[in-house]
């Protein structure tokens, strides 16, 4: 008889104040922030070291929203893909952080 046993998902501090990160598998899907889609697309710049990247959408029921790519504003490098899509990660955050009070002035 074989069993199989479910792992606890991870999680991960991606900002400041304690925010926990959807586990790692579902980064690499994509999440939801304050109503746009943020799917990281971090890639490999040279062996064994990766560059962040993300392609963020506004989240419309149509889904018609054009996709922005971001990138670090640093030459940043990071060992795993992991790493580098948690940075990329921050980077959509204050991105949208700041289209967000744009909306608001």
Not at 88 to 105: F, K, P, S, Y
Request: with cysteine.
């Amino acid at each position: 008889m074989n069993v199989t046993r479910r792992a606890a998902p991870r999680t991960a501090t991606v900002a400041s104040g304690g925010t926990q990160a959807p586990p790692t598998a579902a980064l690499q899907d994509g999440i939801t922030y304050k109503g746009y889609r943020v799917e990281p697309a971090s890639y490999c710049v040279s062996t064994g070291a990766w560059s962040p990247r993300v392609v963020v959408s506004l989240w419309t029921e149509d889904r018609s929203s054009p996709r922005t790519p971001l990138y670090a504003t640093n030459a940043a490098r990071w060992p795993t893909r992991d790493e580098a899509d948690r940075c990329a990660l921050d980077v959509a955050r204050a991105w949208i952080d700041a289209a967000v009070e744009r909306q608001r002035d």
